[in-house]
C-alpha cells in the first residue's frame, strides 16, 4: 500500500514518512502528494504570525486545546526559523506543546528547512497537504514574520492572525504597511501588560484609516493572555466569523485560484532546474562551464545562454 | 555610449542607474553586466553580518571613514531586511553615513529586495560587481544575519566579520554551529559594556574547540567600540591579515570556483523559468493550466509535468 493509502486511512506514521521525504527532496514523494491531492480541501488553515517573543507559541497551544476540546483534531506546523544567531528550529518537536505529546488528535511538525528546493513557503504548504490528507480538521501554521518567506507562508492560511505585543510604542509606526494586509485578526498577547489598551487603539486606528472596500472583511483587534488562556474563545469566535465570512463571500474561489497558481508556478521553477542539472551531469556540459567559468573564459551570464539553448529547443521561443 | 562602458570610466551616475535596472530585472541590464564582468575581481569584499542592535551600521561607517583616510574608495552595499515588523529597509540610503554622503569616493546603496528573482544573494553580488567595475577598491556587504539568505549573502565576502554585541549570556550557546563557520573574523562591539570581556572569552573558546586544520585560517575575536571610533585599526589590521592569508593559501582559487558556480546555477534557475513562463503566455499554456488547476480537474505537480514535457524535449532526458 502506497504512503498515501495508509495515509488517507488515517495512519499517523505514513503522514510522518511522507514528511520526510518532502524535507529530504524525494521523487517519490511527489506521487504520493499527487494522489493525495483530491482528497484534500477540508481542513481549515489558520496562519499565526508575529515577532520573536510576542508568545505565538503559547497562544498556539492554547487554539490547540480549545479545538480539541470541541473534537475537533489539530495539525500544528510550527515555522522555526534556522537563524544562526537566534538558533531557532533548536526547539524542535520534542519540547513543544508537551501536554498535547500522547494526543493522537493532535499532530504537530516543526519545520525548518531553510535553503531547501523551492523554499520555506512550499514545504509548508506540501505538509499542511499532508495533514489535510491525514484528516485533521484544523491545521495552524505558526510562523515568526522576518521576511518575505514567512510573509508567503500566510498566503497558505485561510485565516491569518498578527500577533503582537504591548509596548511597542513609537515603533507601531514601523509596522504599517505590509503587516496590515496580511492580517484578518489582530491580536494584542500579553494583554496584561502596561500599554496593551493603547497598542490595541493605536492598532484599530490604523485599521480604520485604510481605504477598504465597504464590502470586504474588516480586521478586529481582539486581546489575549496566551498564558492563562485568556480571550481564545473569544479568538476562536472571531476566527470563525472570518471562516463565515470567506466561504460566503466568494473570497475562497481568489484564494484557491492564487494558491493553485503560486504553487504550480514553484514546482515549474524546480522542475526545470532539476531536470536541466541531470541533462549537464550526463552531458558533461556542467563541467565544462565551470572550467570554463574559473578561467575567466566564460562570465556566468554568457554560459547559461549558451547552455540554456542546449537545453530549450528554440521553438519555444 | 553603454552603460557599462560609462560605468568603466567611473561614471557614478550610470552605476547607480544599473542598479536600478537590476532591481527592476530589465533584461538589458544583463547586457551591461556581462561587459563588466571581465573588468571586476580588483575589489576587495568585506562582509559584515551580525544579529539586530549589534552596531552594524555604525562599524561599517568607521571603517569606511578609516578606508578613506588610507585614500581607498569604499562602496557599501547594506541589506536592509524588509520584515514587515521591524520596518527594515525605512532607513535606506538617505539616512545612512550621511557624513560620507558629499564624499565622492564613497558610494552607499541600500538592498531591499526580497522577494525579487534570483534573491537578495544575487541582487547583493549584482551590485557588488558593478562597484567592482566602477573602481572601488573595498566593497563592504552589511547584512543581518536572520536567516539563510543573509548567510548566502555573507560567501559574496572575501573577508567575513560577525558582529556580537556582549551580554548574550547563556544565550552564547544558541549561536554555536552557523555562525562559527561563517565567521573569518568575530567582532565583540559595544566592547565598553558589561561582559564584554566574557563574551570575547567564550567566543574565543568556542572557536578554539573546533577541530580546525592547522594548514587552515584561525579567527581572532577582536573587540571594538564603534561609537568612539576604538579598535578599527586593529580590525582593519585583521582584516588585511586575512586578506594576505586569503590569497597567497590559495583559498581564493576554491572561492571564486564555488562563487561562479553558485552565480551560474541561480541565473541558470531564473532564465529557464523566465523562458518556460514567455512560452506558456505566448502559446496559451498557462490560461488552461490555471483553469484546470481552479476546477480541480489537475494537481499543480501532474499539471508541471504535462508543461515542461512541452518546454524540454525528450532527448534531454
Redesign the interface.
Known amino acids: 500500500m502506497s504512503l498515501a493509502e495508509q495515509i488517507l486511512e488515517g495512519n499517523v506514521r505514513a503522514a510522518a514518512r511522507l514528511m520526510r521525504d518532502i524535507d529530504d527532496g524525494r521523487p517519490q514523494a ?1 506521487d504520493d ?2 494522489l493525495l ?2 482528497h484534500t ?1 477540508n481542513a481549515y488553515i489558520i496562519g499565526i504570525t ?2 520573536p517573543g510576542a508568545g505565538k507559541s503559547t497562544l498556539v497551544d492554547q487554539l490547540t486545546a480549545s479545538f480539541r476540546s470541541q473534537g475537533k483534531k489539530v495539525g500544528v506546523v510550527a515555522i522555526d ?7 531557532g528550529a ?1 526547539l524542535g518537536d520534542r519540547i513543544r506543546m508537551n501536554r498535547h505529546s500522547c494526543d493522537e488528535g493532535v499532530f504537530i511538525r516543526s519545520l525548518a528547512t ?2 531547501a528546493l523551492g523554499g520555506l513557503s512550499r514545504s509548508t504548504s506540501d505538509v499542511a497537504l499532508v495533514m489535510d490528507a491525514l484528516g485533521m480538521d484544523i491545521v495552524i501554521i505558526e510562523t515568526v ?5 514567512e ?2 507562508i500566510v498566503k497558505e492560511a485561510h485565516t491569518t492572525c498578527v500577533v503582537m505585543v504591548p509596548g511597542l510604542g513609537d ?1 507601531i ?3 504599517k ?3 496590515l494586509e ?1 492580517g484578518d485578526i489582530f491580536v494584542v498577547n500579553k494583554a496584561d501588560r502596561e500599554g496593551a489598551d493603547r497598542t490595541a487603539r493605536e492598532l484599530s486606528t490604523m485599521l480604520e484609516m485604510r481605504h477598504a472596500d465597504a464590502e470586504a472583511w474588516s480586521p478586529k483587534v481582539m486581546k489575549t493572555e496566551a498564558q492563562r488562556g485568556t480571550g481564545i474563545d473569544e479568538l476562536i469566535n472571531e476566527i470563525m466569523a472570518h471562516r463565515t465570512f470567506f466561504l460566503s463571500s466568494g473570497t475562497i ?1 481568489d484564494f ?2 492564487e494558491r ?2 503560486r ?2 508556478m514553484s ?3 524546480d ?3 532539476k ?2 542539472l ?2 549537464m551531469a550526463k552531458s558533461g556540459t556542467l563541467d565544462r ?2 572550467a570554463h ?2 578561467n ?1 573564459q566564460i ?7 549558451e ?2 539553448s542546449e ?3 528554440d521553438h ?2
Open positions: 511527489i502528494l499527487k491531492y483530491p480541501g508575529g515577532p526559523p534556522t537563524s544562526p544567531f537566534t538558533g533548536i531553510r535553503g514574520g522576518v521576511g518575505q518567506d510573509v508567503d515603533d509606526q514601523a509596522i504597511a505590509g503587516i496580511i474561489y484557491l485560484r493553485s497558481q504553487h504550480f514546482i515549474l521553477r522542475t526545470l532546474f531536470k536541466a541531470l541533462f562551464v565551470v567559468m574559473g575567466y562570465d556566468p551570464y554568457s554560459a547559461v545562454e547552455v540554456v537545453i530549450m529547443p519555444i521561443d
